[in-house]
């Protein structure tokens, strides 16, 4: 498997090793979808933090406002869930583009036909 963060740093080799190697792969549209990796790994991640800082808390919590931090908290986790989901979905979809994508030739290697 390639490293990503050669495939970030050098998107054009990997360009021409695809159009090289006959491989029908759009690197942009790879790295775009990286890019929406990222921020869903951290949204998902920063939500799962607030969840657990909240769950701390509510055994401490009284009447009212303990009523509205589980609640709260149920929101969170539904939204949670939605997000889970859609965080899989991309990560099944990265994971396939990322093996498709070719070693980069060495320059003295001729292309092929």
Request: proline share 4%.
């Amino acid at each position: 498997m390639i490293d990503v963060q050669r495939i970030r740093a050098t998107p054009e080799a990997f360009e021409v090793a695809c159009k090289q190697k006959n491989i029908t792969l759009d690197v942009r549209v790879f790295l775009a979808l990286d890019e929406q990796r990222k921020e869903l790994i951290t949204k998902v991640d920063t939500m799962r933090a607030d969840r657990n800082a909240v769950s701390k808390k509510v055994p401490t919590m009284k009447g009212e406002e303990k009523e509205k931090a589980v609640q709260e908290m149920r929101l969170l986790g539904e939204e949670l869930s939605k997000k889970e989901i859609e965080l899989t979905a991309i990560e099944l979809r990265w994971k396939e583009l990322l093996l498709k994508f070719p070693s980069l030739p060495h320059s003295k290697v001729p292309v092929g036909k």
